[in-house]
């Protein structure tokens, strides 16, 4: 793979964490710029999207958080690994079977997504990254994709740093990427924006790309 450089760098590149069953705002995101550089040795924060996303359930927001093992300060992203102590697959696919189990696309893609959290990855950039390639390619997205080893010669002029800017905390009601569409859910009288991108996926199927083609604000 031919790596980048000032000369003849893409014009739009952006640089962001890997973050689990992410939010619709980062596929937005995404769609929104030429090269995506999803960094892997950034260091770790936690409470924000890298270990967590949020689903709607018969009454309220769900919160669902991946558990990590105990780590020093400053650990890089990459070295983060997974508690399976804790019975958090079991909590999170209850919540998707509760959640989405009548929706309309959930049995075509719920198999897929599955399988990858019962191969009980050791590292959480692993279980993220499996699940957010299975996502972009349901989606349709064909974006160039890269991580720290594949571009090391990446001019850092003019990228679009967006590291830790798609958080839950900080962004709830503010999107720089994201423009909330109505689409249908399965719960609620009241549309609940950019919610964890299965959300989009087990409602709407195969016109879940023109969906977040609507939501992609001009930048």
Same mark, same amino acid.
């Given at each position: 793979?031919?790596?980048?450089?000032?000369?003849?760098?893409?014009? /739009?590149?952006?640089?962001? %964490?890997?973050?689990?069953?992410?939010?619709?705002?980062?596929? #937005?995101?995404?769609?929104?710029? =030429?090269?995506?550089?999803?960094?892997? %040795?950034?260091? $770790?924060?936690?409470?924000? *999207?890298? &270990?967590?996303?949020?689903?709607?359930?018969?009454?309220?927001? =769900?919160?669902?958080? @991946?558990? @990590?093992?105990?780590?020093?300060?400053?650990?890089?992203?990459? =070295?983060?690994?997974?508690?399976?102590?804790?019975? +958090?697959?079991?909590?999170? +696919?209850?919540?998707?079977?509760?959640?989405?189990?009548?929706?309309? $696309?959930?049995?075509?893609?719920?198999?897929?997504?599955?399988?990858? !959290?019962? /191969?009980?990855?050791?590292?959480?950039?692993?279980? &993220? $990254?499996?699940?957010?390639?299975?996502?972009?390619?349901?989606?349709?997205?064909? /974006?160039?994709?890269? *991580?720290?080893?594949? @571009?090391?010669?990446?001019?850092?002029?003019?990228?679009?740093? %967006?590291?830790? #800017?798609?958080? =839950? /905390?900080?962004?709830?009601?503010?999107?720089? $990427? *994201?423009?909330?569409?109505?689409? *249908?859910?399965?719960?609620?009288?009241? !549309?609940?924006? &950019?919610?964890?991108?299965?959300?989009?996926?087990? &409602?709407?199927?195969?016109? #879940?790309?023109?969906?977040?083609?609507?939501?992609?604000?001009?930048?």
């Amino acid at each position: 793979m031919p790596e980048f450089n000032i000369n003849n760098q893409p014009e /739009k590149v952006v640089r962001f %964490e890997l973050q689990y069953l992410p939010c619709l705002e980062y596929f #937005a995101c995404i769609l929104s710029n =030429d090269l995506i550089w999803i960094d892997t %040795e950034e260091r $770790y924060v936690k409470q924000t *999207y890298r &270990n967590r996303c949020s689903v709607i359930t018969t009454n309220k927001v =769900d919160d669902l958080t @991946v558990p @990590v093992q105990s780590y020093a300060q400053n650990t890089i992203t990459k =070295d983060i690994k997974i508690d399976y102590s804790q019975q +958090w697959i079991r909590r999170h +696919w209850g919540c998707f079977q509760s959640a989405y189990g009548k929706s309309p $696309y959930f049995e075509f893609y719920a198999d897929e997504l599955r399988a990858v !959290f019962f /191969k009980k990855p050791e590292f959480l950039v692993d279980l &993220n $990254y499996e699940l957010l390639t299975i996502c972009l390619r349901l989606l349709g997205i064909r /974006k160039e994709i890269r *991580y720290n080893l594949s @571009v090391p010669n990446l001019s850092q002029e003019g990228i679009i740093d %967006e590291m830790s #800017a798609i958080n =839950d /905390k900080k962004n709830r009601n503010t999107h720089k $990427y *994201y423009q909330p569409i109505q689409y *249908y859910q399965t719960f609620g009288n009241d !549309f609940v924006r &950019n919610l964890s991108i299965v959300d989009l996926l087990f &409602n709407m199927g195969p016109e #879940a790309r023109s969906i977040l083609l609507k939501s992609c604000k001009q930048q």
